[in-house]
Every structure is written in C-alpha cells, then in structure tokens.
C-alpha cells in the first residue's frame, strides 16, 4: 500500500474514531525517535508496543532493537492491523485489545518488560482498560520507562503525574503537530487504591 493510501485509510479512522486514535496522523521519524530513546541495540530486552497504528514506530523498533530481543505490537483495528503487519512483515503484531495484555504476555512467556512504548490515547479509554495496562506495567517493571508518546504537549502532565512519581516530558516540535514524549518512571505502588484512575468511567 502506498503512503498516500495508508494516509487515506488513517483519516477515515481519525474522522470516524477520533479519540480511539487520537492523532490527526501517524507518527513522524523525530516522535518514534523519542518515543525510541530507551530501545537499546547493545542488549536484548522484552520490548512492548501498545497501539500499533500503520506501523511507523513498529519500524523503527525492529531496526533498532537488538536482534535477540523480544517484540510484541498490539493494534486493536483490524485495517490498521494490516497495514502494519505488511509495512512489518517480521513483526509480532497482535490483532487484539490491550484489555488481553497479561493473555498475549503470557503465551509468549514475556514475564518482564523493559520497553513499554504505548500510544494509546490514555485519557479516552474506559478506566478498565487502563487498569489492566498500569496493573500489567506494575507487576512486570517497577525500575523501567514507561513511554508514553503525545500530540497534544504537556497537556496531560498531571493525568501521567497521578500515576508515576517521576514524569519527564520531551517536546518534538518537528512532528506535525508538534507532539512530545512522556518519559514515566516509579509507578505509585498503592497507586490503585490510593489515586484515581486516568480514563473514562463507563
Ligand atoms: C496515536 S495512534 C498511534 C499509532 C502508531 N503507533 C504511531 O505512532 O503512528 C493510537 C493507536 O492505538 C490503537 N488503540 C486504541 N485503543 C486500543 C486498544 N484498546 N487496544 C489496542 N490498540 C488500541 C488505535 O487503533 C491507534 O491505531
């Protein structure tokens, strides 16, 4: 599929799901580079991807991911599925909600993460589905980053501040939009019974 097309498909998905998408294009190479900083090609990690998309950050991953690390992408749409499973044809792309996260780690025998790149839009999906995202985050990485990439700059500072006692936002201007980077470290550890969870309360 040409770029032209990818972009086409993704506009009707942006105009039709606004908020499950929550981005008015797919990410540039400057915010997958951000979005990239703790992928480390001198050692193998368990490397996860929460919302796929076409597959751009998925890209940049597996160049420069080290060969004997572990990758797993998760895309709940089914069209954006596969367009980035033939942008990414060596990539583990699951079709499926990250609601099933625990599931896909553990038929892959993924018991530790230490990259979580996720570009779910956090602040529109239901509480549950967040829960199970920081609750799956928590048991498998307290010391990690959780990489949390942004179109809408700082905006969300204090949602990911409730969460994490340390957040680091990095700006990209050169995205269009400019967007940014949450860098989230030392998830709360009574944070699910002390803090609200980010989302939507259905
Ligand atoms: C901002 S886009 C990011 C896409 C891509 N990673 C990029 O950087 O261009 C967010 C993606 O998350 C996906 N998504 C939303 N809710 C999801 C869910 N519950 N499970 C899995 N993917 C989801 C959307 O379909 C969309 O493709």
């Known amino acids: 599929m040409t770029r032209i097309a990818e972009r086409t498909v993704w506009v009707r998905k942006f105009l039709r799901h606004g908020t499950k998408i929550a981005s008015l294009t797919p990410s540039s190479r400057w915010l997958c580079g951000a979005m990239c900083r703790d992928v480390d090609p001198t050692r193998p990690q368990a490397i996860v991807e929460l919302g796929t998309g076409t597959g751009p950050l998925t890209q940049m991953v597996l160049e420069r991911m080290h060969p004997e690390s572990t990758f797993l992408s998760i895309e709940v749409d089914p069209d954006l599925h596969a367009i980035a499973s033939a942008r990414c044809p060596k990539a583990d792309i699951a079709n499926a909600s990250v609601e099933n996260l625990p ?100």
């Open 103 to 202: 599931d896909l780690l553990a038929e892959r025998d993924i018991e530790h993460i230490d990259v979580c790149l996720s570009c779910l839009p956090i602040p529109s999906l239901p509480q549950k589905v967040n829960k199970v995202v920081f609750e799956t985050w928590k048991r498998m990485n307290t010391t990690g980053t959780f990489t949390q990439i942004t179109q809408v700059p700082w905006w969300y500072q204090t949602l990911y501040r409730r969460v994490f006692r340390e957040v680091k936002f990095e700006l990209v201007m050169m995205n269009p939009p400019p967007g940014g980077v949450y860098h989230c470290s030392h998830i709360y550890e009574d944070f699910f019974e002390t803090h609200r969870l980010p989302g939507k309360q259905l």
